[in-house]
C-alpha cells in the first residue's frame, strides 16, 4: 500500500493534547499536504507548521491549508485534490 501523501484532517474537537504525534507520524511518513477543516482550524495548521519547523536545525516542508466557514469538509477535499502531490487525499477525523 503506497503511504498518502495528501491528508484532510477534519476536526471534531478543535485543538488538543496529540497533535504532535500525528504530526510526527505524517513525518516519517512523508506526508506532503494537509489540509485542516472545522473547529480551530487555523490553530492546527499554526501548531502542525510549528511541529515541521522544530528546533529549525531540519525543517520538514510540508504545505498546509485552513479551511475554515463557509469552507466544507467537501472543499477542503476538493483543493487537495488539486494540489500537484502525486496520491490519493485521505481524510482523518481528529
Request: aromatic share 6%; net charge negative.
Amino acid at each position: 500500500m503506497t503511504t498518502a501523501r495528501k491528508l484532510v484532517l477534519h476536526s471534531k474537537s478543535g485543538l488538543r493534547t496529540g497533535l504532535d504525534v500525528l504530526v510526527t507520524g505524517w513525518i516519517d511518513e512523508g506526508v506532503r499536504y494537509v489540509g485542516v477543516v472545522g473547529a480551530d482550524a487555523e490553530d492546527i495548521v499554526d501548531a502542525i507548521d510549528w511541529f515541521c519547523i522544530g528546533d529549525g536545525t531540519a525543517p520538514y516542508e510540508m504545505l498546509t491549508a485552513a479551511h475554515t466557514p463557509p469552507d466544507t469538509l467537501d472543499d477542503a477535499i476538493a483543493l487537495a485534490s488539486q494540489v500537484d502531490i502525486p496520491g490519493d487525499v485521505v481524510v482523518i477525523v481528529f
